[in-house]
Each structure stands twice: as C-alpha cells, then as structure tokens.
C-alpha cells in the first residue's frame, strides 16, 4: 500500500511570511495527525482529525497556526506568520480509526528552516 | 498527564552483541505503549506496541520489548544487534481511554558499531 505523502520535503521562509503543508494519508485512514518536531525532541502532536472533524487541538497555536481537512481525506497546515522558533520537522500521520492503539503510520515530514 | 522518559540520549554497542533501549513512562490509568524507529530524513517507523496479554512483545526486524507494570518501563532489546539498526528511536504512550494525545520520548540514538 501507498504510505503517508507529505509536501514540499524542504521549505525555507523568512520570519512573518506564510507556509503550508500539504498530506495525504494511507487509503482509508480515519485519523489524521499533523506532529512537530523540534530538533532534538520527540515529536509533538499539534491536531488531529477524525475524518474531517477535529479531535484535539489543544497544543496547536492557533494565533498562527490552522489545518484543515475538509473532505476527510488529505489535509494541509498552515503557518501564518511564521516565527523563527516554528523552525522544525512538521510530520503527518495516519491510522485507521478506532480506540488509540492503532499504530500511526508517519510521512516523511516537511522540513521547516525559519531566516 | 501523560509522560515518557527514555534516560539515555545516545547507547553503543558492538555488531552482534545484545542491545537494550530503556524507556519508563506515566500515566493515569492503563498504558498503550509504542516504540518507532527513525532514520535520518524519514519519518517514524512503527516497531511493536502492548496493549495488554503478555508481558514480552515481538514486533518488527528482530526486536522486541517487555512490559513491567510495577516498575512502569517498556524497554526496547534486541539479541544480536546489526549495524543498519543505527537510527534513532522513540518509546510512546497514551492511556487505554483513548481520549488522549500520543505522547513521545525524546529519543535515543543507537550506534552499532561493526
């Protein structure tokens, strides 16, 4: 099966310009999660999705930050404005829904540099 | 809340030997526990999981992971390591209620050296 696709692989903007990220995930995934992951860290889950509602939001800083997925299927992030510290790995995920101990299946991430 | 701590941020071991990747973790109620992989420029890779029944866990490439509920640890072993298991690796956890976040370690990065 097809895995979890992410793009752009790489992105570098200026501090305040606007990114986004685009996943689509595994065929029949319910669940969709977008993670950051800060050099160093383990990752940290911004949002999650089920189909195309949300589920948690609550560590996703929502003065810049916004996903959606609207038709349930893929989804995109989006950083608006950026600031330096948003400099990271933001990785996508996938998994078939259920009672959270399906293991998430990761893209490849996008890998954010901040000037 | 939730919490994972893997203590060790870097193991060696010699190609062939054993090898081990420890990992304790809280929560408030019973634990599903996960470990990835990672390899540089990739994104996680699942490895095995507990979620109840037998204390020891086989999962992917050869390893394996042995749940001890009193001491609250899933560590991560391997009988003989190889050199292409270099990479890093993350334990996770979240409550059996499902209602929370997947919560991450910080990461250990092993070395096997041939």
């Known amino acids: 099966e097809a895995g979890v696709a992410q793009s752009p692989r790489y992105k570098i903007i200026e501090k305040r310009q606007s990114v986004a990220f685009w996943c689509n995930p595994i065929s029949g995934h319910a669940t969709l999660y977008w993670y950051q992951q800060i050099l160093g860290q383990g990752p940290k889950l911004l949002i999650q999705?089920?189909?195309?509602?949300?589920?948690?939001d609550s560590q996703l800083p929502k003065d810049r930050f916004s996903a959606e997925r609207l038709k349930g299927v893929d989804s995109t992030l989006k950083i608006q404005p950026a600031k330096l510290e948003d400099s990271a790995v933001y990785l996508c995920?996938?998994?078939?829904?259920?009672?959270?101990?399906?293991?998430?299946?990761f893209g490849d991430g996008t890998r954010l540099s901040i000037l | 809340a939730q919490s994972v701590a893997q203590p060790e941020d870097q193991v060696n071991v010699a190609e062939g030997n054993p090898l081990t990747v420890k990992c304790t973790y809280s929560?408030?109620?019973?634990?599903?526990l996960f470990w990835y992989v990672q390899y540089p420029n990739r994104g996680l890779q699942f490895l095995l999981k507990y979620i109840t029944g037998d204390n020891l866990v086989k999962g992917s490439y050869g390893f394996e992971a042995e749940f001890n509920k009193s001491q609250t640890s899933f560590h991560l072993k391997k009988p003989s390591a190889l050199v292409s298991d270099s990479a890093l690796y993350f334990c996770?956890?979240?409550?059996?209620?499902?209602?929370?976040?997947?919560?991450f370690g910080k990461g250990t990065r092993l070395s096997v050296i041939a």
């Open positions: 996770a956890v979240r409550d059996n209620s499902g209602n929370t976040p997947l919560v």
């Open positions: 929560v408030s109620g019973n634990p599903y």
């Open positions: 999705f089920q189909n195309n509602g949300v589920v948690d």
């Open positions: 995920a996938s998994s078939l829904g259920g009672p959270g101990n399906q293991p998430q299946h």
